[in-house]
């Protein structure tokens, strides 16, 4: 089998040569530059442009202001992105929002001009933070776009929790984050007539096509979008965010193709973020650790009601983590003068899990009890919420070789009871879980005369392996060498695949990778037995298979090749879908789950808090490759170690500005930061889940792993942060 084994990345050589182009790389002839001119008022209406001095400075081709701005469509259902700030009004409703594009000839003659323009506004009254509105919170409207309700609850939560002899209530906060990809967003837009092709960095170029045409009112399939290599995403690449509109905008209005890639700053305006959450959490537990009773209220923020709705979804995890009888959780709103929040990785799950494994450990640290023993007191064997069976479950293992792995054994049960020197040494543990998610998806297979074969869909490969992947499978399919497959992606005139977003890709992409091969091989093997006529009459299909360019048949082998030259073609080109079983049909909850432990090591006298160890043990499916789910482990529990320490995003309450709106005060972990990770996967193949039996490892790996660090520096110092990023003036309190 080539499946599973650790293949380096096909494209690593390219990336690290530099010869793989991302979108703002590629040469298009005539290419002219577009900078965007953001807003630095909060709350108001654009009172007019000052554009003289801009108009006249050298090279500038076109400023567009919503003056004189294309109007962009309203029909063709594009969710969300035809509301988002497009030039398409004069009211501004955030600091930071998009008021007009200069276009220029070289990208400093435009950064100039845009420099120059000069905006008069009249200022309205802006409400800039949550904390200030937390009062004014509503209920979404359409939560989980309708599939899900943003209030749930099972038995008796309030006369539960009123009866349990022991409670806790906690309220938890996590700051607004933001995703900071290396790359950054990027566009070259170009019109040849009504026809618009786009190079763009996106996590689902069938997504940026149907929202184009949508916002253009021209037919999907006069846009054409191109995106061989992304530098990352984690959410903020999901959506088509106004930047890529606005570069076909300015296309058609100077007649040339236009490139616009934001800078880093803009990238804190432009593209969502991860909400600022507070959540509240009620747990009534017996002397024993029982939960008798589980509530959790979210409150997430949001922009205008103008722009739609995003909401965190922070208690979806705590319906399905524990066997409880009695549960509520709600959903709510609060909508302030900033821009449009958006997934980031384990959108929901990652600050939930914070709050839910935080208050877990402070049941146990209330019963004195071992906080594995209180988890696994309370396994749900099957999911309480869905009423349904996982369709595969390792955790409870996950716990055992997570707790060996880590040393879980030499942990004194008492805050503040391990100390090396000054160093207050603390071992923590979270429960992880991310749902395994699936969607439609196509893909064809060409097996060419010369025995090689094609993988095409329009998926896109982030970073994190597709195209190496989607090989291995291929390869085991057709008895090949990797060298031998070839993989093509990245271009919405394949199959259409979905955005690579909820972990899905290889749940989604591959099951329809699968299902092309099968009917690719049923198709050669068919022109085989026909071809053959006498020597393998009677012959059933299932007596063959494909090895080398060649079907083998008992006894015998004829090759594509010769096939191929009798029908005068170059190739035998098939296509396949695969879909998730409709909401009716579903026989099994679908989870990904993980056992996250940390230790940390806080400075008694400077507060001073490193990570020393990691360790997660996860329940993540069949691995396709086991180099490549390694990396994306180590790097999901990097991201948490960022999310637990590090990261905030933040607001200037006056003017609602983003000060540390730069990766030199935004800050994310570096080397020195993270630790040796020991990270390992139970494999689990489970295809009641999907035909390729893999369960999602993009956004696992760091759910967990916040209240993991933050159980550990409670363990380290006795002083429990419910406050994200925890941080060192939190050690000195
Ligand atoms: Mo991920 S936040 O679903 O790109």
Redesign the pocket.
């Known amino acids: 089998m080539i499946t599973g084994q650790p293949i380096d990345r096909r494209d690593g050589r390219q990336k690290v040569t530099g010869a793989a182009t991302y979108a703002a790389e590629f040469a298009i002839p005539a290419t002219v530059h577009a900078v965007l001119v953001q807003s630095t008022i909060a709350a108001g209406q654009i009172a007019g442009f000052d554009l003289a001095v801009a108009q006249g400075m050298p090279g500038v081709l076109a400023i567009i202001t919503p003056d004189n701005a294309p109007k962009l469509s309203t029909k063709g259902g594009v969710p969300q992105a035809i509301t988002q700030p497009a030039l398409q009004d004069l009211e501004v409703i955030y600091n930071g929002q998009h008021v007009a594009i200069v276009v220029a000839e070289t990208l400093e003659r435009a950064q100039a001009a845009a420099a120059a323009v000069k905006l008069r506004y009249t200022e309205g009254e802006a409400q800039t933070t949550m904390e200030g509105a937390l009062d004014q919170a509503y209920v979404p409207k359409n939560f989980r776009n309708g599939q899900r309700k943003p209030d749930s609850s099972r038995g008796d939560p309030a006369g539960s929790f009123a009866a349990a002899p022991v409670r806790i209530r906690a309220t938890y906060t996590t700051p607004n984050e933001h ?1 900071n990809p290396m790359e950054p967003h990027a566009t070259i837009a170009a019109w040849d007539g009504d026809r618009l092709t786009v190079w763009t960095s996106t ?1 689902g170029i069938s997504g940026a096509q149907a929202t184009l045409a949508g916002m253009f009112g021209i037919e999907k399939a006069n846009v054409r979008v191109i995106c061989p290599f992304v530098g990352g ?6 959506s088509t965010w106004p930047p890529a509109t606005l570069a076909a905008m300015a296309a058609r209005v100077v007649k040339r193709p236009v490139k616009l890639v934001l800078s880093r700053a803009q990238m804190f305006t432009s593209n969502g973020f991860r909400p600022m959450t507070v959540q509240k959490i009620a747990i009534g537990v017996a002397n024993d650790g029982t939960l008798l009773s589980v509530r959790h209220d979210g409150i997430s923020q949001m922009s205008m009601p103008k722009l739609g709705e995003f909401v965190e979804p922070v208690a979806l995890a705590t319906e399905m983590l524990y066997a409880c009888p009695n549960l509520a959780v709600t959903h709510r709103l609060v909508g302030v003068n900033q821009g449009l929040p ?6 929901g799950e990652a600050p939930g899990v914070f709050a839910i494994e935080s208050a877990m450990d402070e049941v146990a640290v209330a019963l004195k009890m071992d906080p594995i023993v209180l988890r696994l007191k309370n396994y749900a064997e099957t999911d309480p919420h869905e009423n349904l069976p996982f369709s595969s479950k390792r955790l409870r293992e996950c716990y055992e070789q997570g707790a060996a792995e880590f040393g879980w054994a030499r942990r004194t049960l008492e805050p503040r009871s391990m100390r090396d020197g000054d160093w207050l040494v603390g071992m923590g543990m979270a429960t992880s879980t991310y749902p395994t998610n699936q969607s439609p998806a196509s893909a064809r297979i060409r097996l060419m005369a010369n025995g090689n074969v094609v993988v095409q869909s329009g998926t896109q490969d ?1 970073g994190t392996g597709t195209y190496t992947v989607m090989a291995q499978l291929a390869a085991d399919e057709f008895g090949l060498p990797i060298e031998r497959v070839r993989v093509e992606l990245g271009d919405s005139r394949l199959p259409s695949a979905p ?6 890709t290889v749940a989604s992409v591959g099951s329809a990778v699968l299902a092309a091969c099968k009917l690719a091989r049923d198709h050669a093997i068919a022109m085989a037995i026909s071809d053959a006529g006498d020597r393998w009459a009677g012959a059933k299909p299932a007596d063959f298979h494909l090895e080398n360019g060649a079907v083998v048949g008992p006894p015998g082998r004829m090759t594509l090749g010769e096939m191929m030259a009798r029908r005068n073609v170059e190739s035998v080109d098939v296509q396949g879908d695969a879909k998730p079983p409709g909401k009716d049909d579903k026989t099994h909850s679908l989870h990904a789950f993980g056992a996250q432990f940390a230790e940390v090591r806080v400075d008694s006298l400077t507060g001073e808090i490193r990570v020393s160890r990691l360790v997660g043990v996860f329940d993540g499916g069949r691995v396709l490759n086991a180099k490549t789910a390694h990396s994306q482990l180590i790097g999901g529990m990097t991201f948490g170690v960022g999310m637990a320490l590090l990261e905030e995003t933040l607001v200037d309450e006056a003017t609602g500005r983003i000060v540390n709106a730069n990766i030199s005060e935004y800050v994310v972990p570096v080397n020195a930061d993270i630790p040796v990770i020991t990270a390992k996967l139970l494999e689990a193949d489970d295809r009641v889940a999907n035909p390729v039996g893999a369960k999602g490892l ?2 696992l790996p760091m759910v967990g792993m916040a209240a993991a660090i933050a159980n550990a520096v409670f363990h380290a110092t006795g002083i429990r942060v419910r406050d994200l990023p925890i941080r060192l003036d939190d050690m000195l309190a």
Do not use: C, I
Not at 233 to 238: D, E, V
Not at 342 to 347: D, W
Not at 499 to 504: D, E, H, K, L, M
């Open positions: 995703h996590q995403g984690f959410g903020s690449k999901g958006t997934y980031m990785r384990a959108p982030l955005v690579s977003g909820g972990s899905q993009g956004e």
